[in-house]
């Protein structure tokens, strides 16, 4: 087993350990380990290490949060969809001039380059008012396809018989952007990516208001009005604010039997805190049962963010300790472990029209993990990666698909620790590489006269290498493959799973759900499952009552392996409640 090869390494090399933990440690493998853990694999000890488990619930239920939070945020759209079109035809005219050259003239033409190119397909036709009419609309269409709303074609005097056609490009400028309503705290800066000065475009408009509307005691309506010269717009800006302070308390019964089943949470969220339309939260979570040297859990995170136009820049964390008394054969173990993880995030827009969004992001993520018998640390991880991915979202009328990719590989910065010299080819690595991919899609359905909601998850993770169990996939609890209590899980190297969900109103802030999910797992650490596949069922109501966010559910197994050890039927809940 990799954790008594350890434990043997530290004491015939003694290192830190004094007498009395040795004999400690040799005490409990003796009389714990040894009678407990025969022939247990080093898959399995990872595995069963507590720590391991609770981080790997704990990452479930953080990417089932963004997931949600991806899902319910806002997008700003500030026209419908118009499609340029890509014909070049043009009506035959009594009085008709052959055109050899069109050139596009006037203030910043070079920045519409694209354009002069859809006027190739006209050279060597004969063009007449009515075509040059045409010509004009479709640069037009064009350009508000491409968000230039307030940038003009026009047509100057000329000669035609020369054989030359000449179109004036009167960009939109800005000039001025500020907000109605003075006294407002917002600020613009941090929200658009565009100034004045620069040629209006509604892409950069809408993500400027999204930058603003992601800030939840924010709203903000916006209206685009002529400026003092030709071609010039201002942008009036008109906030809505409310308290930028909430504290919500939450209750659910997401963990274990052996650390606490029913955890409690406190958030304390300040938005807007330095007035460049930032995003702050720090939340406590603990377990609420209270059984004192028995079991438990004790939490914290936090979650900074700041936009920068087409930028947002995240930095989070997050602290978690647990302890649980084992049963060995004569005497009974206090085991305990903690884990600090550290992300710093940059997300960039690359892409946007008037039906989707394309980002690309970065990340380093470093995580510190201990674990303890009787005070006396048996095993730590000190690991870095880093994380390159891209989203995106499209609009099919009401129905919308999101999709991301992201790639993952172990680096030693930081400190991070490296693999062992000749190491072991069966031994789990710090410098793996993963995939992980996912997409939801959400699309109203009708049933009956009632208009309800079907909602697509596909979640999984990919890798060639051997990875330590708290980077596995893992399936069998309410993130993932739902109809099992959660208390044992499948996991492995790679795996997916497969959420479907049919949700319908049955009161105002009031839906019913029903879901069906499956999924699997494979790799290496498969040899040492009961099985590879898990399915099953869920039936809850969801809602707001009193300002009392409620999500209650039961769910039971279609598919469990033979020996999996699952409750018949789980019921669930989680509370929340916002002041």
């Known amino acids: 087993m990799q954790d008594l090869q350890f434990f043997t390494k530290r004491l015939s090399t003694g290192g830190r350990w004094n007498l009395l933990n040795a ?9 714990y380990g040894l009678n407990n853990v025969q022939a247990i694999t080093p898959a399995e000890q990872e595995a069963s290490n507590r720590a391991q488990q609770e981080e790997l619930r704990r990452r479930t239920q953080q990417e089932a949060q963004e997931r949600r939070n991806r899902e319910q945020s806002k997008d700003t759209f500030l026209q419908s969809e118009v499609k340029p079109t890509h014909e070049t035809t043009l009506p035959v005219e009594e009085l008709s001039f052959l055109i050899h050259t069109l050139k596009l003239e006037g203030d910043r033409v070079e920045k519409f380059s ?11 036709q004969k063009i007449g008012k009515e075509g040059i009419n045409l010509i004009v609309k479709r640069l037009t269409n064009a350009l508000i396809a491409r968000g230039y709303t307030t940038t003009r074609i026009g047509i100057p005097e000329q000669d035609l018989s020369s054989g030359t056609l000449k179109l004036m490009l009167v960009p939109g400028i800005i000039r001025n952007i500020h907000f109605t309503n003075p006294d407002t705290r917002a600020n613009w800066y941090t929200a658009f990516p565009t100034r004045p000065g620069n040629i209006l475009n509604l892409r950069d408009l809408e993500q400027g208001l999204e930058q603003i509307k992601r800030v939840p005691s924010q709203d903000a309506d916006m209206q685009i009005s002529p400026g003092e010269n030709p071609g010039e717009s201002d942008v009036n800006i008109t906030m809505k604010s409310s308290n930028p302070f909430r504290m919500t308390f939450s209750l659910d019964d997401s963990g274990t039997k052996a650390t606490g089943k029913i955890q409690a949470s406190t958030s304390l969220s300040f938005d807007n805190l330095f007035g460049l339309n930032d995003l702050f939260y720090v939340s406590f979570n603990k377990d609420a049962q209270q059984e004192g040297d028995q079991y438990g859990t004790r939490g914290n995170s936090y979650q900074f963010s700041v936009p920068y136009g087409y930028w947002t820049f995240t930095l989070s964390g997050s602290s978690y300790n647990y302890h649980q008394t084992i049963e060995g054969v004569n005497q009974t173990f206090l085991t305990s472990g903690k884990s600090d993880n550290t992300e710093f995030r940059v997300q960039r827009l ?5 039906q989707s969004k394309t980002h690309l992001q970065f990340g380093i993520i470093k995580k510190h993990s201990k674990s303890f018998i009787i005070d006396t640390e048996i ?14 979202r499209q609009y099919y009328g009401k129905t919308v698909l999101d999709v991301q990719l992201n790639h993952r590989w172990g680096v030693p910065w930081f400190n991070a620790q490296e693999d062992t010299d000749n190491m072991d080819p069966d031994t789990p690595t710090t410098r793996y590489k993963l995939w992980t991919f996912s997409t939801t899609l959400s699309k109203p359905v009708k049933m009956g006269n009632v208009e309800g909601k079907y909602s697509f998850t596909f979640s999984g993770q990919y890798t060639k290498d051997l990875l330590y169990a ?14 099992f209590d959660g208390e044992q899980t499948l996991l492995a190297e790679k795996g997916f799973y497969i959420r479907n969900e049919w949700s319908m109103p049955v009161a105002q802030g009031k839906e019913a759900y029903v879901g069906l999910d499956y999924g699997q797992v494979s790799g290496p650490g498969t040899q040492w499952l009961l099985g590879k596949k898990l399915a099953g069922a869920a039936l809850g109501i969801r809602g707001n009552e009193g300002g009392i966010y409620y999500d209650i559910f039961t769910s039971w197994p279609l598919y469990k392996p033979e020996g999996y050890q699952t409750s018949p039927y789980s019921l669930g809940f989680q509370l929340s409640y916002q002041l």
């Open 470 to 483: 708290t980077d596995y996939f893992s399936i069998g609890n309410r993130y993932t493959v739902r109809g």
């Open 379 to 392: 095993q730590r991880k000190n690991v870095t990666a880093d994380e390159i991915g891209i989203s995106h």
């Open 23 to 31: 004999i400690i440690v040799t005490f409990i493998l003796t009389f």
């Open 114 to 124: 694209w354009l002069e190119e859809m006027l190739l397909p006209y050279q060597g």
């Open 350 to 354: 690359i892409h946007r029209d008037q």
